[in-house]
């Protein structure tokens, strides 16, 4: 099997690289453990300066890396400029904050001493997706490297060129040479990794099919995992709500990289006061954007990540359609490459696809209620649960309304995202566990109690 690099705007292969052998992922593994044996016992000092210099590198690479991100994935690159950003910001923020997060708990107990203290534990593979390339990794790498571990990659097969970038940040920032690696290899050979005994614990961000097939893996193996899976996020406007700004953030919301987001507002739930005026304001700016070449600065929609995948789309909008969905604007692929254009799917009712699946890419659900208890109801009647907003110039009332919702993150009149301060992850098939924070940093470590006489 060979791993392909190619450019979904043209069709054109870029590079391949050949799967490895099952001696070269054991040879790999034993050189990231001899490192890990190192790396464990070194100061928070020590690594804080190596993960500021990761950061550094990231900024003085980010139009390389934003350029190789377009190419292999049909990231627009002004997007990939603050992939690149972001990688480094929370690169940053566990360099600066990891020690205090993991600094021992005094406990008061019959010993003269007791506290818990927060070891690290060993390889943490991770299985990553194509959307945001360099920031899921980063996401998983900064607080676990941090911690004291070591880290694998299996990256998307489509994205092998980004993967070995990453890894090659992490040594010119100085780390150990075998503390980070990216392992060349396709799915298959993912539970070959996880039956190592040098790896302790998995997490997988991706579909929820996926994550079923690692979860019980590193169930069977008895070996933590974290669950960062799929989402179809409502996005609740009620009849109070600015709906010039909710119109211009939902827009964005659901055609952040091209549509291609876990965290995307995919169902817009509108009860019917305000419904046509707020769907008259959203299809103007979804009608304004600017599709085309990942590689030019005015493109705000790019391809979308391979062909297979936008037929996948198409296919999904093609059966709403036949169920009674009625299509607002887009609709129809755009020819050459992977470009599907900025779509409204209105009309969706339950029973539909668009009502209950994932549309990964730039297709907008519309749903009509009557009012936010109907609302309410919509939003939940999903097995997803990884984030919602809710739009209304009511605060209260939009935060009784966030309490109520289903799922991992909900935002009251602002855009789902992730950020290095808060939690990240959800509930149902979007997942278990959580990334980012002092929560995501101590998913890996060994909660250990001490307890001295």
Known sequence: MALESLNPATGELLQTFDEWSDAQID???AAVHADYLAWRITSFAERKALMLRAAAVLRQQRDLYARLMAEEMGKPVVEGRAEI???ALVCEYYAENAE????????ASDAGTSYVAFRPQGIVLAVMPWNFPFWQVFRFAAPALMAGNAGVLKHASNVPRCALAIEQVFVEAGFPA??????????????????SPLVVATTLTGSDIAGRKVAEKSGAMLKKSVMELGGSDPFIVLEDADLDEAAAVGVKARCINSGQSCIAAKRFIVVEAVYEAFLERFRRNMAALQVGDPLDERTQVGPQAREDLMHELHAQVQASVAAGARIELGGEPLGQGAFYPPTILAGVCKGMPAYSE??????????????????LLVANDTEFGLGGSVW???RSRGEVLAGQIRAGAVFVNGMVKSDPRLPFGG??????????????????VNIQTVWIK
């Open 358 to 375: 994932e549309f990964f890419g730039p297709v907008a659900i519309f749903i009509r209620v009557k009012d936010a208890a109907e609302a």
């Open 392 to 394: 209304t110039r009511d």
């Open 27 to 29: 040879t790999t593994l």
């Open 178 to 195: 075998n503390l980070f690696r990216s392992l060349m290899i396709g799915s298959a050979k993912v539970n070959r990794v996880i039956e």
């Open 100 to 107: 205090k997060m993991l600094a021992p708990e005094p406990i």
């Open 85 to 87: 950003e972001k990688c």
């Open 427 to 444: 509930v149902g098939i979007s997942g278990f566990g959580r990334e980012l924070s002092h929560y995501g940093i101590k998913e890996f």
